[in-house]
């Protein structure tokens, strides 16, 4: 057998003991590397969504991590993220069992995007605003951007209140709108937001920076039953506060 044989075939019995146990290596060592390996994966993946694990009992949660330590193939040697891994698992290899809550994939998307937010990295354009010296003339004169430590996201299920002890069985009647972002003490933070607000962060998302004139533009030709001055000034008083949260940013070219 080639060395490169001999390396599958260890990998193999790792991921699922039920495999051959590789010739010439005794099953006391091969249990112990490959406790130490699932408890690895096991680690990362009960630490990036505790509140899903807490909704089950601790052997039903082993199983659907041993199902994606054995058939999930990961494209990513980097630890940080398993957590996607995980939910790309869950989003389309895992099938659903009447075990299994509705709300698995968005509860699971959320927390995921926890994990996102507190390990993003700063982008050296986008400053913070100082709101001392913030009026409306001065933002409006801005190029803005959303942080790069935030997210904006939709839910149709309250995924911000579930708990051991909440678990909805049907959807909201409205959709769920939220900014998940890292605040001025780099802790990750959670902000519901109206319809609107979401519209705002999600168009500005798609850019680098926005000029506020050019946001205010494309406000009033998509919301053409508000009046443009009443819409201007909703903006004007969004933006300030979404600045003072952190969530937007000055962006400024090097």
């Given at each position: 057998m080639s060395f490169i044989e001999t390396q599958q075939k260890f990998m193999d019995y790792i991921k699922d003991p039920s495999n051959p146990l590789p010739e010439g290596i005794e099953a006391r060592r091969m249990k112990i590397y490959r406790e130490l390996f699932f408890n690895n994966i096991d680690g990362f993946v009960s630490n990036a969504f505790p509140v899903l694990k807490s909704l089950y009992s601790e052997q039903y949660w082993q199983e659907r991590v041993q199902q994606f330590f054995v058939y999930h193939d990961c494209h990513t040697p980097i630890f940080i993220e398993i957590s996607q891994e995980f939910l790309l698992f869950l989003q389309t290899e895992y099938t659903a069992t009447e075990i299994d809550p509705p709300f698995?994939?968005?509860?699971?998307?959320?927390?995921?995007?926890?994990?996102?937010?507190?390990?993003?990295?700063?982008?050296?354009?986008?400053?913070?605003?100082?709101?001392?010296?913030?009026?409306?003339?001065?933002?409006?004169?801005?190029?803005?951007?959303?942080?790069?430590?935030?997210?904006?996201?939709?839910?149709?299920?309250?995924?911000?209140?579930?708990?051991?002890?909440?678990?909805?069985?049907?959807?909201?009647?409205?959709?769920?709108?939220?900014?998940?972002?890292?605040?001025?003490?780099?802790?990750?933070?959670?902000?519901?937001?109206?319809?609107?607000?979401?519209?705002?962060?999600?168009?500005?998302?798609?850019?680098?920076?926005?000029?506020?004139?050019?946001?205010?533009?494309?406000?009033?030709?998509?919301?053409?039953?508000?009046?443009?001055?009443?819409?201007?000034?909703?903006?004007?008083?969004?933006?300030?506060q979404l600045s003072a949260k952190g969530i937007i940013r000055e962006f400024i070219e090097d």
């Amino acid at each position: 057998m080639s060395f490169i044989e001999t390396q599958q075939k260890f990998m193999d019995y790792i991921k699922d003991p039920s495999n051959p146990l590789p010739e010439g290596i005794e099953a006391r060592r091969m249990k112990i590397y490959r406790e130490l390996f699932f408890n690895n994966i096991d680690g990362f993946v009960s630490n990036a969504f505790p509140v899903l694990k807490s909704l089950y009992s601790e052997q039903y949660w082993q199983e659907r991590v041993q199902q994606f330590f054995v058939y999930h193939d990961c494209h990513t040697p980097i630890f940080i993220e398993i957590s996607q891994e995980f939910l790309l698992f869950l989003q389309t290899e895992y099938t659903a069992t009447e075990i299994d809550p509705p709300f698995m994939l968005e509860l699971a998307h959320y927390e995921w995007l926890e994990l996102v937010v507190a390990v993003a990295q700063e982008v050296p354009q986008q400053k913070i605003i100082d709101m001392a010296v913030m009026d409306a003339d001065v933002i409006s004169a801005m190029t803005l951007s959303v942080s790069s430590t935030s997210q904006i996201a939709q839910y149709t299920y309250d995924v911000q209140h579930i708990s051991e002890d909440y678990r909805p069985k049907e959807p909201t009647e409205e959709p769920q709108f939220f900014c998940i972002y890292s605040d001025f003490e780099d802790e990750v933070s959670f902000l519901q937001l109206n319809p609107l607000t979401a519209q705002v962060l999600a168009y500005m998302s798609q850019f680098d920076s926005v000029q506020c004139a050019d946001l205010i533009e494309w406000l009033s030709v998509t919301f053409t039953d508000i009046e443009p001055t009443v819409l201007q000034q909703g903006c004007v008083d969004l933006l300030m506060q979404l600045s003072a949260k952190g969530i937007i940013r000055e962006f400024i070219e090097d």
